[in-house]
Nanobody, 128 residues
Framework: QVQLVESGGGLVQPGGSLRLSCAAS????????MGWFRQASGKEREFVAF????????YYADSVKGRFTISRDNAKNTVHLQMNSLKPEDTAVYHC?????????????????????WGQGTQVTVSS
């Protein structure tokens, strides 16, 4: 199992950019599919983006497609989420998560139940 720690959140104006990072411990990082989820106040946690173990497959929620980019560096055990053209509705706590059975992608990458390890989250606030 891996342990995950997010960083990079903060306050940004609409239209701005942020880059979130997730540092993972453990020797088998490349065997995990990695996802980013977010949870706004009073709402359920929702899927944002997924990347397979090798980085060959990526998927995005429709609400962020074309604005966000997920990437990973297996040599450094990190996964990133580059967020551009941010909107107030992107405000949430962002969590990274590891899916042990999704190293090559899979059908239910968007479900929280596919992930067995979560970080504590980092706050992103988009406001003028």
């Amino acid at each position: 199992q891996v342990q995950l720690v997010e960083s990079g959140g903060g306050l940004v104006q609409p239209g701005g950019s942020l880059r979130l990072s997730c540092a993972a411990s453990g020797r088998t990082f490349s065997r995990y599919g990695m996802g980013w989820f977010r949870q706004a106040s009073g709402k359920e946690r929702e899927f944002v983006a997924f990347i397979s173990g090798s980085g060959g497959y990526t998927y995005y929620a429709d609400s962020v497609k074309g604005r966000f980019t997920i990437s990973r560096d297996n040599a450094k055990n990190t996964v990133h989420l580059q967020m551009n053209s941010l909107k107030p509705e992107d405000t949430a706590v962002y969590h990274c998560a590891a899916a042990p059975n999704y190293s090559s992608g899979g059908t239910y990458y968007y479900r929280t139940s596919s992930y067995d390890c979560w970080g504590q989250g980092t706050q992103v606030t988009v406001s003028s």
